[in-house]
Nanobody, 124 residues
Framework: QVQLVESGGGLVQAGGSLRLSCAVSGRTFSRYTMAWFRQAPGKEREFVAG????????EYKESVKGRFTISKDYAKNTVALQMNSLKPEDTAVYSC?????????????????WGQGTQVTVSS
């Protein structure tokens, strides 16, 4: 059974930074494609960032490029999302997801496992 547990959310002023972390249980962490999605009130869930397990390639939502960085720590079985220069429009519940499939990182359908989510609120 794979479990994902997020941490690091909170309230921050615009321009500030937060670092989200997702702890992953399971013996084959190195073979999971990992991603962060977010969902704001009244909006659809959207892809934020992902990292593939075969080649470590990363992909980002256009609006977060240059501000957010996704990374995997194989020693700790965690995936992090460093978020800098935060904007009020980044306010959402952020969830990490894991997939054993190889495919489009931005497609939520490829992800087999999801965390509960952590709230990020950016004040103006």
């Amino acid at each position: 059974q794979v479990q994902l547990v997020e941490s690091g959310g909170g309230l921050v002023q615009a321009g500030g930074s937060l670092r989200l972390s997702c702890a992953v249980s399971g013996r084959t962490f190195s073979r999971y494609t990992m991603a962060w999605f977010r969902q704001a009130p009244g909006k659809e869930r959207e892809f934020v960032a992902g990292i593939g397990w075969t080649d470590g390639r990363t992909e980002y939502k256009e609006s977060v490029k240059g501000r957010f960085t996704i990374s995997k720590d194989y020693a700790k079985n965690t995936v992090a999302l460093q978020m800098n220069s935060l904007k009020p429009e980044d306010t959402a519940v952020y969830s990490c997801a894991a997939s054993v499939a190889i495919g489009d990182l931005t497609n939520s359908r490829i992800y087999n496992y999801w965390g509960q989510g952590t709230q990020v609120t950016v004040s103006s």
